[in-house]
């Protein structure tokens, strides 16, 4: 930058704000685009920007810019300071935070990603297009993604806080279908994200074909109540719900049914969540959060008891608790990595205690926190009988309540996967509804 996030801060407030809050973020990287088995395009993305945060007798307002001209940076300052006179006040609003000790955090920087040549990740788009289209003739390789990223943070306010951070990342998916003569099978996708440059993308190709091979031969279920196995992408799907119902900005304004059962059990005694804001290597892992509050590590539920909940300085002031580091904004909040426990099942003995259930790797429709219910479309699934896994199940509606569920979980794997910001296991519940369409 040409010039500094402190001056900005500091001139804000000479200038009439009570408060200033500055981030400045910077990324670049190459996205490459599969259609139809072939690379469709190559684009090598740049972006910047500015935003500036002012708070003027409880009012706040927000400019942003990608040009750091010292003009430029005048009139955003200008322009927060008008946006703040002409907001309403927040009477829930209390401070900024006050500088503390930024955590380290390892595995989140890869050299080797900010250093790739754009023919390298054509080459990784090749290993993936050869591996699907030569693992059985009967799968094609309908769309694609492969991004990659460097990102540069920097963050200060009126108060001292200063930080900065960077990373990487890189992460890909493909979209998969199997056909043989008439039969059409459901539309698999297969996913992988990282800090690093080590996903190996022979075996996520070899296992996206095969997750479209299997589902060939779709024949309608039956309606039914049993058991649920949630695939890694809905278990993601489930717990992030589950998290965001305790999030302190959705319990201070009720919209939380957790809002008052904190000591409380509200799940099977194996469970464990944790909010780790410092995983090694995690993919939302950073340094401090978006108000510049330090990440951390917070026990969400614990054997089953709800211990806490996510704050930003906002909610934490307002329900008089402690910030987490969780701060998405100044007034929202968010989970940065959900790490769910492992369990103790290896996925054959998940399925070996199954009487009758579907097995489930997409889901397509509604998981409310506000008030826990779930609903929507079964994708990917497969039927379960007697222990086994016995032909995929054409699309059919699954029912519960992800609450209720939270206490009807009956087993979890040992092995867990990364999906984006939750690790999860394969996740056994009993108990739920699933009807024909």
């Not at 074909?209 to 993601?236: C, H, Q, W």
């Amino acid at each position: 930058m040409e010039i500094s996030l402190e001056e900005i801060v500091n001139k804000a407030v000479r200038l009439g704000a009570d408060e200033a809050h500055a981030t400045y973020i910077e990324s670049r990287g190459y996205s490459v685009a599969i259609n139809i088995g072939e690379i469709s395009n190559v684009i090598w993305r740049h972006s910047r920007g500015l935003e500036l945060i002012v708070i003027r007798d409880k009012k706040i307002g927000v400019a942003t810019t990608n040009d750091l001209s010292t003009s430029s940076i005048d009139d955003l300052i200008k322009r927060a300071l008008n946006m703040a006179n002409s907001s309403p006040k927040n009477p829930w609003w209390s401070r900024l935070p006050e500088p503390k000790p930024y955590p380290e955090v390892s595995g989140t920087y890869d050299k080797r990603i900010e250093e790739l040549r754009p023919e390298e990740i054509i080459e990784i788009a090749g290993t993936a297009m050869k591996e699907i289209s030569s693992y059985d003739k009967r799968v094609s390789l309908r769309s694609g993604v492969i991004n990659s990223s460097i990102s540069k943070r920097i963050i200060a306010n009126s108060n001292g806080v200063y930080g900065e951070d960077k990373g990487t990342s890189i992460s890909m998916a493909f979209v998969v279908l199997a056909k043989e003569k008439e039969k059409v099978g459901s539309f698999a996708i297969g996913h992988r994200e990282s800090r690093n440059l080590d996903i190996d993308i022979q075996e996520l190709s070899r296992e996206v074909a095969e997750k479209a091979l299997t589902s060939l031969n779709a024949r309608p279920v039956k309606s039914f109540k049993g058991s649920l196995i949630m695939g890694y992408d809905v278990a993601m799907q489930f717990f992030a719900t589950v998290v965001a119902a305790m999030c302190g900005d959705n319990i201070w304004k009720g919209r939380s049914p957790l809002a008052n059962k904190k000591g409380e059990v509200i799940a099977v005694e194996n469970l464990t969540i944790i909010d780790d804001g410092i995983m090694p290597a995690g993919y939302s892992s950073s340094k401090f959060d978006a108000e510049g509050s330090p990440r951390r590590r917070t026990v969400l539920i614990e054997r089953g008891e709800l211990k806490n909940f996510l704050h930003n300085t906002y909610t934490a002031n307002i329900l008089n608790e402690e910030a987490t580091g969780n701060a998405s904004s100044l007034l929202s909040v968010g989970p940065s990595n959900i790490d769910i426990k492992p369990g103790d099942y290896t996925f054959e003995e998940l399925i070996e205690d199954v009487k009758e259930g579907i097995l489930v790797e997409r889901f397509s429709g509604h998981m409310r926190f506000e008030d826990g219910l779930l609903s929507g479309v079964a994708k990917q699934a497969f039927k379960i009988e007697n222990g086994k896994i016995t032909y995929p199940v054409k699309e059919c509606m699954i029912f519960g309540n992800v609450y209720q569920m939270l206490k009807q979980i009956s087993g979890m794997t040992k092995e867990r996967r990364n999906c984006y910001f939750v690790v999860t296991p394969i996740v056994r519940v009993g108990n739920i509804t699933v009807v024909s369409k």
